[in-house]
């Protein structure tokens, strides 16, 4: 059995800081706006869907917040993607 969680994302939460980190962020922060923009859906409809405020979202988005694991799936789940497609431009 594998991980719970792809391990960039364990990287990502455990190794990198300053700089790289806020880099990281921003990447996983865009890469969850194009999804979301992809499947025509607004914050507030996400938002819905996930349980999630509207302002949390908007800073997972400007890369301003470390969602955790379980905000990630709920955030897949709602856009039909895997947690592994927030780490990849593909």
């Not at 301003?64 to 592994?84: D, S």
Request: proline letters at 7%; hydrophobic letters at 40%.
């Amino acid at each position: 059995m594998g991980l719970p969680f792809p391990i960039g994302w364990l990287y990502l939460s455990t190794v990198i800081s300053g700089p790289k980190k806020k880099e990281a962020l921003q990447q996983l922060g865009a890469r969850a706006r194009d999804l979301r923009r992809a499947r025509e859906l607004t914050q507030p409809d996400l938002a819905i869907a996930t349980g999630l405020s509207v302002a949390y979202l908007s800073l997972i988005e400007r890369g301003q917040r470390n969602p955790p694991y379980l905000t990630l799936l709920h955030l897949a789940r709602a856009l039909c993607v895997r947690v592994t497609d927030f780490c990849t431009d593909e």
